[in-house]
């Protein structure tokens, strides 16, 4: 059927942008990611446009265009949060961290990084190590700085 054709349109298209950004063709990826982008909206499939979101906004981040990269993982958030998508909504804040500590917004990091680790302990993912490490590192540079964000529980 035609919606067949343009979901797996739309996932070909998404994965073509992965392999431009590996290649380091970041302007060639977001139009594979714009285009997919396009063709799930069409489809009203709003995990695939949250998808598409953030993967635009990774693709900003490795350019070093962080308020571009903000903007497309926050919509990628708001997506996910609406759609009640726990692990979209995880992965759109995981690469929002990313950009607030590049950024040197330090708290804002490790308050979002501290959401994705409570979700990496809930669905037992395989980042959960890596996360843990980084937002101690991301505590410890806060803390260096005369302030660490309050601690909230991250235990299932």
């Not at 692990?87 to 929002?96: D, N, P, S």
Request: aromatic share 6%.
């Amino acid at each position: 059927t035609k919606t067949h054709d343009e979901a797996a349109k739309a996932v070909l298209l998404s994965d073509l942008g992965l392999v431009a950004r590996e290649n380091g063709q970041f302007d060639q990826a977001i139009q594979y990611y714009e285009h997919s982008l396009v063709l799930m909206r069409r489809l009203g499939n709003q995990g695939g446009v949250a998808d598409a979101w953030r993967m635009i906004g990774r693709t900003f981040l490795l350019q070093k265009r962080y308020d571009d990269a903000i903007a497309c993982c926050q919509t990628s958030q708001s997506i996910a949060e609406r759609s009640r998508d726990e692990l979209r909504t995880g992965g759109a804040r995981y690469v929002l961290a990313q950009c607030y500590e590049e950024t040197g917004n330090l708290r804002e990091a490790a308050d979002l990084l501290e959401l994705v680790v409570h979700m990496d302990r809930k669905y037992r993912l395989p980042k959960l190590e890596e996360n843990i490490q980084r937002l101690a590192a991301l505590r410890a540079s806060l803390a260096g700085q005369g302030g660490i964000p309050p601690q909230r529980k991250t235990h299932v």
